[in-house]
């Protein structure tokens, strides 16, 4: 079951398509995911990048392509993507804990210090996390940038705060 | 009679658009919209659009829509609300049904110069037993109920459809407070953007392709859903079927263009499957095989609003230079930058079958011109 049957993309699909941030740079401090895996005509990761870290070129059907040494990790992009498929993670904490952020459009109560329960890209609840940042700029535009502390072996799993059903 | 040099019939992106080009050359412009509000789908399009950021990718639908009525209002263009055009008929006359109150109407006749026709589309419909009971609705109905009117038609929704309408609806619904129990896809892949699937996978919602909605349970309303596996003739897998809790189904199983006005103009039609259906032929300025009537946006194919805004500008800048407002070099470049950016648009998904049936379309009226 790939992505088109499921909807659900895995860190090994963004592996295999040379997609996905190094451990080595992660390892140094924060960098964004571009989770965008299909030709659509779309450019806004592009042109929000104050570092031009992002490319998708003259043909916005281009799929976008990071700079990891030139992404800073941070996080405009995330709100402007318009598919919500960018993330920032980090490993440069500590060798237990590392941080996940993501865009947030729902309605939520939770506050910056508040342990939440932390889901993959399938929805499941894989550990906890502990709210780090909250960002809701004008420039984001309704969308908030949520950050999550959460244990460093699923920084590469945990991509939003888990739904009770 | 009322009198007026330019009639647009329908007040979305495409309408709208096309009355402002216009206006800012200095015809004058009437639009007229069923709606109690002006902006078409705008006003539903709570999310951030794609395209290039030239074209105000990243912006949200709702604040597109807000900035093309103050343009409108700026230029003094007059906007007809809860107005419904229910004809065009020779000489260029309009029949329009004006909704003066609940009960009281007043019909009332225009002439013009010059139609736009930018109707818009309409939603399909799918069938299976239980379609009729209430809480069965069109994905675009809910989206209308919930982004529009800010009632929310069920808690727990059952999509059918994945195309991006089907995924972005969904969103929505989830974002209001509903459930989304499940999105139904007959396709053994999704139909719309990945990215839009993974918004809702990362919230738990399964996506069940390969199934389709065999019935809808219920007595007052729909209480619950039988959806099934199905084989490659269509028939449904033995023992695959799914009972799930529903109040609400809704379906997102595409649009065609609304046409009743062009049919009634004479313009000749053509049929593809890439515009929705039947859709008027017409020219590179826009217009259909009847002459003075032209068509712009979703009416004229179904696409999405920022192609819909192009067409509408192509409207305006042909209807300004027939009507002797814009000379023909300043015309020819304004056309010409337009069908420029509504090639980069049509790129994306689709995009050279896309492509291919919007050539057809003004093949079709030169043949039809000439025959
Ligand atoms: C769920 C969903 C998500 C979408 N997302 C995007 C997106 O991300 N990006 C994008 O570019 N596009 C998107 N689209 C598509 C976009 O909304 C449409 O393509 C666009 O609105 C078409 O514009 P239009 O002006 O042709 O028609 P509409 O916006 O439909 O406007 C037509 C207007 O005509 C009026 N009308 C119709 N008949 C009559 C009549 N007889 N008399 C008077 N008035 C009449 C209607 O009331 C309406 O106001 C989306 C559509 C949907 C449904
Ligand atoms: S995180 Fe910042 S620097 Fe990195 S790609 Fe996004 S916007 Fe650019
Ligand atoms: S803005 Fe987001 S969805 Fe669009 S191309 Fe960039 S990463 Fe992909």
Redesign the pocket.
């Known amino acids: 079951m790939n992505l088109q049957q499921t909807g659900i993309l895995t860190k090994a699909d963004l592996v295999e398509a040379v997609r996905y941030p190094s451990e080595e740079r992660m390892k140094k401090g924060p960098v964004a995911v571009c989770e965008c895996m299909q030709n659509i005509p779309c450019n806004p990761c592009e042109t929000s990048c104050p570092f031009q870290a992002i490319h998708v070129g003259e043909n916005i059907s281009n799929l976008p392509k990071l700079d990891e040494q030139k992404c800073t990790g941070c996080t405009t992009c995330i709100a402007a993507c318009?598919g919500l498929a960018l993330f920032v993670v980090d490993k440069s904490y500590s060798d237990e804990v590392g941080t996940v952020s993501f865009p947030y459009e729902y309605q939520y109560s939770f506050q910056i210090g508040d342990k939440v329960k932390a889901a993959n890209r399938a929805g499941k609840c894989v550990c906890e996390g502990t709210i780090k940042k909250i960002v809701n700029t004008k420039k984001s535009d309704r969308t908030t940038v949520v950050t999550l502390e959460i244990p460093i072996d699923f920084v590469d799993e945990v991509r939003s705060i888990y739904r009770q059903r | 009679m009322k009198q007026c040099e330019m009639l647009v019939?329908?007040?979305?992106?495409?309408?709208?658009?096309a009355a402002i080009e216009a206006a800012e050359a200095g015809v004058q412009v009437v639009i007229?919209?069923?709606?109690e509000k002006?902006?078409?789908?705008?006003f539903?399009?709570i999310?951030?659009?794609?395209?290039s950021s030239m074209h105000r990718a990243g912006t949200r639908?709702i604040d597109i829509g807000e900035e093309l009525l103050q343009k409108c209002k700026d230029l003094n263009v007059e906007i007809w609300l809860n107005?419904?055009?229910?004809g065009v008929y020779d000489n260029n006359v309009v029949a329009?049904d004006v909704k003066k109150s609940l009960t009281e109407h007043e019909l009332v006749k225009v002439q013009t110069k010059k139609i736009v026709i930018?109707?818009?589309?309409s939603e399909n419909a799918v069938k299976f037993p239980g379609w009729t009971l209430p809480g069965v609705m069109g994905?675009?109905a809910a989206?209308t109920m919930a982004n529009f009117h800010r009632v929310l038609p069920g808690k727990k929704v059952l999509m059918i459809g994945s195309g991006?309408?089907?995924l972005?609806?969904s969103y929505?619904l989830m974002q209001a407070g509903a459930e989304i129990v499940g999105i139904v896809e007959a396709q053994p892949n999704i139909n719309g953007y990945a990215v839009h699937a993974s918004k809702l996978t990362r919230e738990g919602i399964p996506i069940y392709t390969g199934y389709t909605i065999i019935e809808a349970k219920g007595k007052e309303r729909v209480n619950q859903a039988v959806i099934g596996k199905v084989n490659p003739d269509w028939s449904i897998v033995e023992g695959s079927e799914i009972t799930l809790d529903v109040d609400t189904i809704t379906i997102?199983a595409g649009?065609k263009p609304?046409i009743?006005?062009a049919y009634m103009g004479g313009c000749k039609l053509i049929n593809d499957r890439f515009l929705g259906g039947w859709a008027p032929c017409h020219n590179y300025n826009m217009e259909t095989t009847t002459k003075n009537i032209y068509v712009?946006?979703?009416?004229?194919g179904?696409?999405?609003?920022?192609?819909?805004?192009e067409?509408?500008k192509l409207c305006g800048v042909s209807i300004a230079e027939s009507l002797g407002y814009l000379d023909s070099t300043k015309a020819e470049e304004l056309k010409k930058a337009i069908w420029n950016r509504l090639a980069g648009l049509r790129e994306g998904a689709h995009g050279t079958e896309r492509t291919g049936a919007k050539q057809k379309q003004l093949e079709e009226y030169t043949k039809a011109m000439e025959g």
């Open positions: 318009s | 019939i329908g007040g979305g992106p495409a309408g709208l658009s007229i919209d069923a709606n002006a902006g078409g789908q705008l539903k399009q999310h951030k659009f794609f395209g639908g107005s419904l055009v229910i329009v930018a109707t818009g589309a994905a675009g989206q991006n309408v089907g972005i609806v929505q997102g649009l609304l009743g006005m712009a946006g979703d009416a004229s179904v696409e999405e609003a920022n192609t819909a805004i067409e509408g």
